[in-house]
């Protein structure tokens, strides 16, 4: 069921070189940022961005994880929902530039979740959102501050993308649901 191959290897470095430059550049540097990736995905992207700003700027930014689960809270709905906990955290949001990583944006619902959790947890300066493919499709009023790629999607499609760590390849691929 998989339709294309959009971004290789070297196209995902590609993309995550030119974000973490964007990062910078909006942020004037890297003093106050701090990178939090959402589990799965998200979390080994925020690692490999940490390691470029670190190669750029030579700072290693205080990195975390949010954890998502989804659950079905309402068994009339199709809908499942995205519940988000502070799973590793170990370092102090207040005040700080949050870079908030994930994988895909969809419905904006998992975003949504995850700006809770984090406000419950502190009261950071700035949330900013870094998304590697942005397939459209959105239910809530949220937009990403950095977009690997814009893949607008059919509903029938969706983006399998693979991370070294975790799937033994990098790529990005537009499958059929
Ligand atoms: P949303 O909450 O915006 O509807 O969906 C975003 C969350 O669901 C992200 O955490 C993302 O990992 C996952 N997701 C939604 N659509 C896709 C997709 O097409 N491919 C992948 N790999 N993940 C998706
Ligand atoms: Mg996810």
């Known amino acids: 069921n998989i339709k294309a191959k959009l971004v290789d290897k070297e196209g995902l470095d590609r993309i995550l070189t030119r974000i973490a430059h964007e990062i910078l550049e909006k942020n004037k540097g890297s003093k106050n940022l701090v990178l939090i990736g959402m589990r799965t995905r998200g979390e080994f992207l925020a690692k490999r961005l940490q390691k470029k700003i670190k190669e750029i700027e030579g700072v290693e930014l205080p990195f975390g994880v949010l954890d998502v ?4 809270d309402d068994f009339r709905t199709r809908l499942k929902q995205p ?5 590793d955290i170990t370092f102090d949001i207040n005040e700080k530039d ?7 944006l969809y419905t ?14 502190g ?4 949330i900013q959102l870094c998304i590697l493919v ?3 499709h959105r ?7 950095f977009v690997g790629k814009n893949i607008p999607t059919s509903l029938n499609e969706e983006i399998k ?10 790529a990005i691929y537009l499958v059929e649901a």
Do not use: W
Request: a negative charge; hydrophobic letters at 40%; aromatic letters at 6%.
């Open 123 to 126: 009261r950071p300066a700035t």
């Open 139 to 145: 239910e809530l009023p949220i937009r990403a501050d």
């Open 134 to 136: 942005d397939r459209g």
């Open 83 to 87: 519940q988000v906990s502070v799973s």
């Open 69 to 72: 689960t989804l659950y079905r």
């Open 108 to 121: 904006g619902r998992t975003v949504r979740s995850a700006l809770n959790a984090l406000m419950d947890f």
């Open 98 to 104: 949050v870079i908030l990583v994930d994988d895909v």
């Open 161 to 170: 993308l693979k991370v070294e760590e975790y799937d033994g390849e990098d």
